[in-house]
């Protein structure tokens, strides 16, 4: 099991769902720019005459590309449902719900330092509790 509070798992699962929902769109523009770049070099090959040597240049250059290409594709094919279902207005409803509970929770964490304790019995008195830490001169002097 992982070794994380509580704030620290709201805040992975926000980032990750930030991943998702920008990884995909961003992907998509990596996909079309390669597609440009497939383009250009298909132009390059028809328009122009070349030798062997720049001949291979260009198909090694088309093959970088259309590799590139392809692992945008690859991943989006992966994020492509979790994208559409973290898109939905219930999604997203359910990540702005979870930023509030995070942020909830940031704000209480900074509060338990100054929480105090106030007594319910008559029989340990009626002073209330801090959350103090006991200072050291206080164990010196017993």
Do not use: W
Request: aromatic fraction near 8%.
């Amino acid at each position: 099991m992982l070794n994380m509070d509580a704030i620290e798992a709201g805040e992975t699962i926000l980032r990750c769902i930030d991943y998702i929902l920008t990884r995909y769109p961003e992907n998509q523009e990596g996909i079309c720019e390669y597609d440009k770049q497939t383009q250009d070099l298909l132009h390059q090959i028809e328009l122009t005459n070349f030798a062997i040597g720049p001949g291979y240049k260009l198909a090694k250059q088309l093959q970088e590309v259309r590799r590139g290409r392809r692992g945008l594709k690859d991943e989006n094919e992966l994020l492509k449902g979790l994208f559409e279902y973290l898109s939905q207005g219930s999604s997203m409803a359910f990540k702005n719900g979870l930023i509030n509970a995070v942020t909830k929770a940031k704000q209480r964490e900074r509060m338990l330092p100054l929480r105090t304790y106030a007594p319910r019995s008559q029989a340990f008195g009626q002073e209330p509790i801090d959350n103090e830490p006991e200072k050291e001169e206080e164990y010196a002097q017993d």
